[in-house]
């Protein structure tokens, strides 16, 4: 009853007659083109700071495995970011949790996002993608290989993103002008990059920001050890003292 939320890909280009009618659920193929809470892939943009930052979020959210991964990266001692500029350009140690200690409000104030729905099976090959750099003790180069460049290589491995970009402010118009809203329904009209707005397909029932935090700081089972104590005898009360009605016998 509504029109496909799916709009054109590398793939559907092929068959234009799957990317004229927007009622063709999936593109006739909705065994893979599916998604059904619109949440696949999110980037992150922040122009603050001296070059910014950007960070990504694949997520494979049910009826998919519930799989997700968080490519976050930047150096590892970044407190010194300016007096350090020299290491940074031959090579520090990474880090891939940069921006963990953020709260859904920091996130809010400090960054734009942008939702790209994709199928499941992109999705996961974006969360495999992202879990691999994350355990290969990586090196963080000022322009080598940074927090937009390791983005840039994941979207275009897994959704043929065509962006030289090194700068997080080129590689997030790159993305605005592919998959913005704005952009897929042909009312493109500049890059935006207001705080605390998803400029993509967003779910209307969950919050971008919320979600995300969710996804960093996911709730911890807790278990509670009942200890059997049936071979425990209460000990027998002492005699009552005169006057006393209370613990004892």
Known sequence: MSPDAINITDERILNPANTLNKYIYGGNNPLKYRDPDGRDITV???NEGLAGHFW???YNGPPGNG?????????KNHDNFITKAEELLGGVPGDTNYQSHMSADD????YSSLTIQTNPEDTQRAIEAIN????????YGLESQNCTTVCRDVLHKVLKLDSTAIKPRT????????????????????????????YGQRHLDVNTFDLVWFLLHPPQATVTTIEDDSHLRPLPLPPCLPGQIQGCQ
């Open 44 to 46: 992150f943009y922040s």
């Open 56 to 58: 990504l979020v694949a």
């Open 67 to 75: 799989d997700s991964a968080v490519l976050d990266f930047g150096p």
């Open 107 to 110: 996130m809010r104030q400090g």
């Open 132 to 139: 691999s750099f994350n355990s290969s003790n990586p090196v």
């Open 171 to 198: 590689l997030w118009g790159d993305i605005f002008k592919k998959w913005s809203n704005a952009a897929l329904s042909g009312k493109y009209a500049g890059v935006q990059n207001q705080p605390g707005v998803d």
